[in-house]
């Protein structure tokens, strides 16, 4: 076999492009990210206001103390899971990231079906994150309009539902439009977006506490624990808990995206462990102190949910910042000004997602995973960006969002799935990277040696919990209007992918598929 070689190039190779031809791939995307512009694309995944939407449900499941200290004990187990993801990031760093990791880390056995569920998992996973940001993002700006033109008690104007989805599908068409240009424009962007939640995030997290009065004492923000069966339905203690953990779940992750960007960015080996590994920290500290400060603004916890306040109990947090604005300064231009900040969160963490589903069905289609393959690899001849795969995504999370016209319950199914998606792609490559024979993986710059064992195992476990949270029931008693759907629309695509993997994907599939001749050896 053909071995390619390097030596003959009179410029030095940027280490990740060395690699990734190591790995049996030509350099086709245009590689001028720097560590700095991955940072703010995976910060902005991630984003500082995500968990909002899941804010005043996790809070009447079991109290603030669950809330906060929930945040905590999945940031320490987060650590794992990113720890082990940036090693093999590390070792190969290539667009199709995570199914790339799984077909090479479970060997030539298994190396195919495992590649084939692990990227079935992220393609679901970040298409529907789409959905969910346009959602959470489409709900702000509901809530802006409602308190700018008055509120729920003086005629303020409340989007209906044919309105809502209006705002679901602009939002994912801008998002779309936006990442047709070169990356550079959402790099650009993205830098943008680290700056407006950075200081947003810390004119938000300093000035509530600081408008709020009264605020609420620390015994009731870390220690108050209080179940509302009445409400909620759940009378079992630890299962309320697990129930108000689904927040800090659902907010810690994404920061898998520096790792799409890889064959984008240079010294990717080196480059994409440091932004994996420092988004995790940024986004749990400035996560942990949003609750903090949305918790210790609290006017009247009974009040929050009334639906005759002037949100309608429609969203916690916007109360929660109305009522710090209006009764220090009897106006609600503060609590507009505030929710602006969280919905821009919001666009620019659409924007960065959009751009990791792109490049995953990008990838996946450069190695004939989908249907129409030719269609969705193309590349766009100026900007070299993978523009068909964008619009693909953008088409179905826009479908993903139709059922907002008739179930309330549509934005619990769309986080679940893309929280069991996109974490349990996580759990595929760093399973097979827990059982691998040591002697046959090639560490990168970042390596944990001797610690990779435990650090994966842990990592794998607290994966399964999160997957398995997911599906449950969140309300009881379970009617139609509360049905968590997940586990029915999940079971349902993943039995038609693995029925076609057992029919005829099984024969051809063979995972990621190398355009450059190298050693076996890799």
Known sequence: MQVFSTESVGVEMDSGEKRLNELGYKQELRREMT???????????????????????????????????????????????GIAMAEICSSFPTT???????????GRRWGPFASWCCAWLETIGLISGMGAQA???????????????????????????????????????IWAVLNTFALQLIAFLSIISVWWQVIGGLVVIIMLPLVARPTQPASYVFTHFETAPESTGVSSKTYAVILSVLLSNYCLYGYDTAAHLTEETKGADRTGPIAILSSIGIISFFGWAYNLALTFSIQDPNYLYD??????????????????????????????????IIWGSFFFCGLSVTASAARVVYALSRDKG???????????????????????CAIISMLLGLPILKLDVIFTAIISISTIGWVGGYAVPIFARLVMDEKNFKPGPFYLGRARR??????????????????????YPITWNNFNYAPVALGLVLSLVMLWWVLDARKWFKGPVRNIDVNDDI
């Open 96 to 106: 199709g990231s995570l199914y790339f990791w799984a077909a090479h880390l479970a």
């Open 135 to 173: 959602f959470s993002g489409s709900q702000a700006l509901q809530f802006i309009i409602l308190l700018a033109t008055g509120n729920n008690k003086g005629g303020g104007y409340l989007a209906s539902k044919g309105v809502f989805l209006g705002m679901y599908i602009g939002l994912i068409i």
């Open 35 to 81: 560590l700095f512009k991955t940072m703010a694309i995976t910060f902005s995944s991630m984003a500082v206001f995500t968990g909002t939407p899941l804010y005043g449900a996790t809070l009447r499941y079991a109290g603030p103390a669950s809330l906060i200290w929930g945040w905590v004990v999945v940031t320490f187990f987060t650590w794992f899971v």
């Open 370 to 392: 989908i249907p129409f393959s030719p269609i969705w690899r193309k590349i766009h001849p100026k900007h070299k960006v993978p523009r068909n795969a964008v619009w693909l």
């Open 454 to 475: 435990p650090v994966c195992l842990v990592a794998f476990l607290w994966i399964c919990y999160t997957c398995s949270a997911f599906l449950l029931p969140t309300l």
């Open 307 to 340: 639906p005759n306040n002037e949100t309608g109990g429609g969203l916690v947090p916007a109360q929660i910042i109305y009522d710090a604005f209006h009764r220090r300064y009897q106006n609600a231009t503060g609590a507009v000004v505030f929710m602006c």
